[in-house]
């Protein structure tokens, strides 16, 4: 393949994050109480089908992956075909066809992060794990995944575990947090938030939260520089009561 060629990262079907949904595992933990909490997402909406995306997050964080009983659930207590949940399953890469593992780790690798070193990182990842990007360690500990932009550029290049932000990583600091991870010690994202598990994270994501949403600062130094700067210059938003109206177009003048 010539340099210029376009490279999927997609064209791995065993991949976690990649092909249908896996038919010849039938597994499931699906019992009577996830049918439950699905109807209680459902119910939160006016349209209940709506509820689709939380309720795929819930099967994750249930059967550790988009499951063949997971889609058939969801399907039922929506009211909807199982091709539409599939279809809808296996468009997003949020939603894993194969088992992810205990933790979830994310390189970004989107221009910013990219030029601050994010290639360097999912590589030495790569190495330390012994896996390529959306394959999961045979211990079943860390799945890794090339992440699209997070919208956290300010902090590149960026890491993220279980969804939660590692910034201004270097490939010291990530061997570190992997060492950590592995030995199953306490981890805290660099916004706050203590690292649970990518099964606990997409219950939240589901829309049950652990409480821990609001631990630590949250915002970064490089998130809250415009609001100090604004403080300092005595800068204030205008009150959305008062806004000053644009005169009318005169007649015949284009805008
Ligand atoms: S490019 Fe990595 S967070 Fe934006």
Not at 102 to 108: A, E, T, Y
């Amino acid at each position: 393949m010539s340099g210029h060629e376009f490279q999927s990262h997609f064209d791995d079907p065993a991949a976690p994050g990649a092909g249908d949904i896996d038919h010849s595992d039938m597994s499931t933990n699906i019992d009577e109480t996830t049918i439950a909490e699905m109807r209680q997402i459902a119910a939160r909406y006016p349209q209940k089908r709506s509820a689709l995306l939380p309720m795929l997050h819930l099967v994750q964080s249930v059967d550790g992956r988009i499951s063949p009983r997971g889609i058939e659930a969801c399907a039922q207590v929506l009211d909807i075909t199982t091709a539409q949940v599939s279809g809808v399953a296996t468009f997003y890469t949020m939603y894993k066809r194969r088992p992810a593992g205990k933790h979830h780790v994310g390189v970004c690798t989107t221009a910013l992060c990219a030029v601050m070193g994010g290639d360097i990182l999912l590589d030495r990842m790569e190495k330390k794990l012994g896996i390529g990007e959306n394959q999961t360690t045979p211990d079943g500990q860390i799945s890794l995944e090339r992440l699209e932009c997070n919208a956290a550029c300010d902090f590149a290049p960026v890491m993220m575990v279980n969804w939660e932000f590692m910034d201004n990583m270097t490939p010291e600091k990530a061997d570190e947090l992997i060492d950590k991870l592995r030995n199953d010690e306490e981890v805290h994202s660099t916004r706050g938030a203590q690292i649970t598990s990518w099964r606990e994270a997409e219950r939240v994501l589901a829309g049950f939260p652990d409480g821990l949403a609001d631990e630590g600062p949250t915002a970064g130094p490089a998130s809250l520089v415009g609001l100090e700067i604004a403080h300092n210059e005595g800068w204030t938003a205008p009150d959305p009561n008062n806004l000053p109206v644009n005169p009318a177009p005169e007649e015949g003048k284009q805008q």
